[in-house]
């Protein structure tokens, strides 16, 4: 998503701020009435940090294998259909 303008969001008392698409996801995927977590890569991975962040990627099969559920974000549906030839 667009880092123009970017929205933020709050963790443990940090903020951060995020794109576009993960901020819609979020709202999508938030439980309103009780607690629910997130493991997101795009901010548990550390992404400045080349180094760290190769090593954060070798665990990520380790965290999807433990995963009780897993869902993917793809961004929003759109009005027109695709048509694939």
């Known amino acids: 998503g667009s880092s123009l303008s970017p929205p933020t969001i709050n963790i443990s008392g940090s903020t951060l701020s995020i794109t576009t698409n993960l901020f819609t996801a979020l709202h999508y995927l938030r439980?309103?009435?009780s607690e629910r977590h997130l493991w997101?890569?795009?901010?548990?991975?550390?992404?400045q940090d080349l180094d760290k962040r190769s090593q954060q990627v070798k665990r990520m099969s380790s965290?999807?294998?433990?995963?009780?559920?897993?869902?993917a974000w793809i961004g929003e549906e759109e009005n027109e259909r695709v048509s694939l030839r």
């Open 63 to 71: 965290i999807y294998t433990l995963a009780t559920r897993v869902v």
């Open 31 to 33: 439980y309103v009435s």
């Open 40 to 47: 997101i890569d795009a901010i548990c991975v550390n992404q």
